[in-house]
């Protein structure tokens, strides 16, 4: 059971079915819960249901003094509910003391709490689909030091949630402290390979032409699958920091260490979870281009661009970056999504389908590895990988 392979009759019967499905947008994750909402409504009515929504209204309004509190305005009980949170839309803001404050990742998991309460104790079931794992970049303990997202888990299953659903987790072994709550990671490398082969010009998926070029160590798994389905060959680089100074929270790096074959005349793939400021994927594309490399494209499932667009437009423009890729998983804004470079994947079918399974006590597992979608759609394409 992959994506596309499950029919709307396959959801929405009454024999099967947990409970009356609802959705809750948190405040910032209403565009990406519309779009699922329109898979879920669409196959509903395929069958002859007459489901035109299923989110159900809420809101987090706040009181003058910067407090707030979750409303859910219509019944819940006895509901199957996902709660969608986007912890990274940093677009949100309200007023305080007359200041506009923009939502860090901490007001969305308060938010996210509220509305779990909102519902408590009347809900069946609550599931939260949190893509970007709130904490997730401090997934380990060195010195004396918070675990945010471990702690957040934890509190979440105290709070009755039973199943989460996350992207591509900076470390999955995150789930190591809730054992006993259903947590799946979820890699979405169909959807993207879908649109590098329909959307970005010019892109051979073959040995001789293409390549798979991790960005460090720790996105080697990621990488390593991109070049396993497509047959093609891997190299890595390795980030050589100064463990002596810490520069804004991190050792700043040193310099970027090839390892791996020729990338002369080929198109890069760099794939890595997060593009924060950039400023490692664009060393690494310059790095690529040095070593001959035609064309050079980034993915990542999380284009968050902190550091803003200008210096991408400027790799665009000198030709060292071809192409970003990223998800609708996370806040995009207006400007990245109006770029020539940037091409959007749309994730939200996988989510309905994660959500419908779900809702149906049926198995998610052939969901998570969509391995044979993919070799479907490179059949389709006319693309035969070497190890196939």
Known sequence: MSENSMGPRDFFRG??????????????????????NGHLVRWAREVGLENDNFIIESECPRFQSGDAKGLVTASVRGDDIY??????????????????????????????????????????????????????????????????????????????????ITFDAHDPRLQNAVPLMSFDNVMP??????????YVPGVALDREHFMCVSPDEGAMNRN????????????????????????????????????????????????DDIIASGESMIDIAVEMK????????????????????????????????SAVLGTNLTYRSHDLLSREWYYDVDVSKYIAYFIAALNHDMSVTSICDPHDKIAELLAENGIKPDNH
């Open 15 to 36: 024999d099967r079915q947990v409970a009356d499905l609802g959705l809750i947008a948190c405040p910032g994750a209403e565009e990406l819960t519309e779009l699922i």
């Open 290 to 321: 040095k070593r001959g490399a035609a064309k050079v494209i980034a993915n990542a499932t999380f284009p968050l661009f902190t550091a803003g667009l200008d210096a991408f437009d400027k790799a665009y423009a000198d030709g060292t970056i």
């Open 189 to 198: 490398t169909y959807q993207t390979l879908k649109k590098l082969i329909h």
């Open 83 to 164: 709660i969608v949170v986007d912890p990274g839309n940093y677009s949100m803001t309200y007023k305080l003391f007359g200041y506009e404050n923009h939502m860090s990742p901490d007001d969305h998991f308060a938010n996210l709490k509220r509305l779990i309460q909102a519902v408590s104790g009347k809900a069946h079931r609550v599931s939260v689909i949190m893509p970007s794992l709130y904490g997730g970049r401090q997934h380990r303990r060195v010195v004396r030091e918070s675990l945010d997202c471990a702690v957040a888990l934890q509190e979440l299953q105290a709070m009755g949630v039973q199943n989460i």
């Open 224 to 271: 390593m699958y991109f070049s396993s389905v497509l047959g093609c060959n891997l190299g890595m680089f390795y980030k050589r920091r100064d463990y002596s100074r810490v520069v804004n929270g991190r050792n700043p790096i040193v310099a970027h260490e090839y390892l791996g074959e020729s990338v002369e005349g080929k198109t890069v793939l760099i794939t």
